[in-house]
């Protein structure tokens, strides 16, 4: 950690910037540039202050968050993508223009509160232009799907009452479509601009300082001394990395473009298919969504849908995480097998253990945060202090460098940490004073304005990571805005508990089908907050129980950026791979088999998702039920995946990767005596290969 303080303060190599459709890194050069950097890092400055005081009323906040992300978008676009003078000045102009509408609704909110149903035309002026604005953020920064999307939606708004029954609508005018999309909480400003504003920031902010301080190479040394002497250790410290690194980042293809440009080139350098290889990286890269404890931001926006603590999503995700990944773990080592692959010399890696060691505290603001998350706080205040004491770690490096003896920096960081930690008691000012004399002693000691300098880049980088998740919120409240302006879920609600009620494994396939279709062009975020709006209340009324509904329909989301044609992650896996994002695609479709059986596995035992008990909990309680429901996940998931890899201890035969599937598909299936079937075929399979392969590999006596 003594080095922490030397790192520059422009993007590392393996940074974990979030892609931004048609959007280059950096902020842009000259005097431009540092001004976006500036508003960037007011931008951070504001959400924290917000997030620790809370002095703001809501609508204000979202108004501004919403006001920032247009300011922040259009000024980059500006920067970086304008060729000429006067596009530069048209998007500073747009981006100027958003940034008044959130003052205008800061500075005028109690009058808005006043005369709500009975707006000015000034008003209803300032909600239109802020839903232009919004869609040309959204067309500009997340691609055209997810702008036509929400276009359908709107029209359907404005033309409903046109169409044919069940689809009509009474119709509604002009003033009354803007009001509800562009003021209240039931358009652009509801729930997802919200969870946005409150959670989602803060954390990507987290993510930063701490990719900034060191722990993606903290990571990466640990994944390579733990793992990489299994057989295919590149592809295992992979998975392994992308899984740390989901911890904190929740985000799928930033994630790909952090660790892929480490652990790509080292998969085909020792061997593997770059195909492979690019679909290691995409499909360990996106499980991060669902690795707890900080998940991706799906799992805020889900609690506060659902009005649920946090902790119960963390649960939830606990079992099926430690499946999705266990599976990229088997495959991988199948797949090493197969093509003869081994594990990495021992001697050129890094001591995992000698990693930890170095580089311990930045662990501690982790645990801290997860512990605040399982007490009870709330993820805005488990978020903004954990937060903090990242900032405090980093903060007192160089203090604690420039103190010679080590009892005399053990007391430093004593006297630190008891500071930091009596926040519990004191409140937020006493930390905020605490973070306030660290800066002001960073000036005066070596390598202190360096630290602070990536405190400042961390914030602006935060700030522009959280761009897509943001405007991608806010068009999406374009969509929910329509299902309740119009009623229209009820349409497709009804649709499917009429097919659930002959057939609810049906329902289920075309909740899954419409959510790998919404995901072709759209993210994880607004896929499962259109899906969920309207599959969710349908499969609870089927009997689904609701937090494995919301579950089924977040986890088909992310795989939605895994399977073909479009399969976002895949994609931005395929430069550093070398080869067509589709192959990519193919082989993460494999590598994430979990994550297509795990949801349906849910429904039908939801124990597996530690929530309803079933029959096995009546009998013998409620944990040999999710232990037995655990291991007979993870049997029927290992068989499929030596069915689709064809290795195990040797090639397999086609009639054995026949059966193989065919017992793992007995396992999964929740019949009677079902069960039973499969591990027989199972057990039998594996038995009858092992002493086939064990006998093909005995020597030939010469005569």
Known sequence: MSDLAAVESKPAPHSAEEAIEGLPSGFGSGMAGRIAFWIAFTFSLFQLWTAAYGTLPSQVVRAMHVGFLLLLGFVLFGNLVAKTKAGKVWFWSLGILGFLTGIYNWVFYEQLILRS????????????????????????????????????????????????????????????????????TEGIYGTPIYVSAAYIFIFVVFAAFLERAGMLALFNDFALGLVGTWRGGPAQVCVMSSALMGTISGSGVANVVASGQFTIPLMKRFGFRSSFAGGVEATSSMGGQIMPPVMGAV??????????????????????????????????????????????????????????????????????????????????????????????????????????????????????????????????????????????????VKGGRETLGICRDAMAEGAKNALPVGIACAIVGIVIGTLTLTGIASTFIGFIIRVGEDNLFLSLVLTMITCLILGMGIPTIPNYIITSSLAGPALLELGVPLLVSHMFVFYFGIMADLTPPVALACFAAAPMAKTSGLKISIQATKLAAAGFIVPFMAVYTPALMLQDAGPIAAAWGYPVEVAYIFVKACFGIALWGVAVVGFLFAPLAMWERILAFAAGASVVVALPWTDELGWALGIIMVGQHWLRARRSSRPVAVP
């Open 117 to 184: 149903g009975f707006h000015t035309p000034l008003d209803l002026t300032v909600a239109t232009v802020m839903i232009v604005l919004v869609f040309e953020g959204a067309r500009r920064l997340m691609g055209l799907p997810l702008t036509i999307i929400a276009a359908i939606f709107l029209a359907y708004c404005f033309f409903g009452q046109y169409f044919p029954p069940p689809f009509i609508h009474r119709g509604y005018d002009f003033e009354l479509i803007v009001e509800h999309f562009g003021f209240g």
């Open 299 to 444: 799992a805020f926006i889900m609690a506060e849908t659902l009005n649920v603590p946090y902790a119960d999503i963390v649960k939830a995700a606990l079992i099926p995480a430690i499946l999705y990944f266990g599976v990229c773990f088997w495959t991988v080592f199948l797949e090493a097998g197969k093509a003869g692959l081994r594990g990495m010399n021992r001697a050129e890696l890094p001591n995992p253990w000698q990693a930890v060691r170095e580089h311990w505290p930045l662990v501690l603001p982790l645990a801290v945060l997860v512990y605040l998350l399982f007490a009870g706080y709330t993820p805005i205040f488990a978020g903004t202090m954990g937060l903090a004491l990242v900032v405090v770690l980093i903060l007192g490096m160089p203090l604690a460098a420039s103190i010679g003896p080590f009892v005399f920096r053990l007391v430093f960081w004593l006297a630190v940490g008891l500071a930091a930690a009596s926040f519990l008691k004191f409140g937020v000012n006493f930390l905020a004073l605490v973070i306030l004399a660290l800066i002001a002693a960073c000036f005066f």
